[in-house]
């Protein structure tokens, strides 16, 4: 008696999707733009601390209960945190795979490197680590306190920033994270426009101009603060 044939099942378009290197780059495209809107209102979140204490801290207690009264206290906060978490992890993942693609496809390299390649496009996987660092330690200095320079005082975010900058290795730490994300938005966001198939040649030339005003503003913004405190104008 014959065998029937085995029929091989067809991969789900979830696992199809994945597995292409345009899906891949389609999750980081998407996952940088949301982690892009959370640095724009994290910075202006920060700029607030040059209206004084109660203004900044004001600002650190409506993060916990932002949603009320539908949501209980910190629920949305943690919301963001799980988006960002899923955000951050996808970008990660799928650069790192793409990356080990990249090397699989060229194994003996580059004879020559890319003379139009620029520092933003050369640094952008260093600069990922730096990022990935700097997340960490950000979290134990001013979320949970574990590495915190002074004293670390819960419901003052405050006094707690003034102490982490009052430190050299605390702005040394940030301000060179500061950078790095200036130079991965830099490239970063032009790419993804082109990934998600906004960019043309008609319009590069404005994507790219605001790539560069993007990431100037973030840069400048974020680096305010420590600038701020090594300076006395914020203590």
């Given at each position: ?57 004001a600002y650190g207690h409506w993060l916990r209960t932002m949603g009320g009264p539908v949501l ?164």
């Amino acid at each position: 008696m014959a065998l029937a044939p085995r029929t091989e099942r067809k991969p789900s378009m979830t696992r199809t999707f994945w597995g292409s290197t345009v899906g891949k780059k389609t999750v980081m495209a998407v996952s940088g733009l949301i982690m892009l809107g959370y640095l724009v209102a994290h910075m202006f979140g920060n700029l607030k601390i040059f209206f004084g204490a109660g203004e900044f801290n004001a600002y650190g207690h409506w993060l916990r209960t932002m949603g009320g009264p539908v949501l209980h206290h910190g629920w949305a906060l943690w919301l963001v945190r799980v988006v960002l978490l899923a955000a951050v992890t996808g970008h990660a993942v799928c650069a790192y795979q793409l990356s080990r693609r990249d090397i699989r496809a060229r194994p003996g390299g580059y004879v020559h490197k890319r003379p139009h390649a620029s520092y933003a496009t050369r640094t952008m996987r260093w600069g990922g680590i730096i990022l990935a660092l700097f997340i960490v330690w950000h979290l134990l200095d001013l979320t949970t306190g574990t590495v915190h320079a002074g004293e670390f005082q819960e419901g003052r975010p405050y006094q707690n920033v003034v102490d982490t900058f009052s430190t050299w290795y605390g702005n040394a730490i940030y301000i060179v994270a500061m950078l790095a994300v200036g130079l991965h938005i830099r490239h970063g966001f032009w790419s993804a426009a082109q990934t998600l198939g906004v960019g043309n040649a008609a319009r590069d030339r404005i994507l790219k101009g605001a790539a560069n005003g993007l990431a100037l503003l973030l840069t400048a913004g974020f680096i305010s603060v420590p600038v701020a405190v090594m300076t006395k104008v914020v203590s």
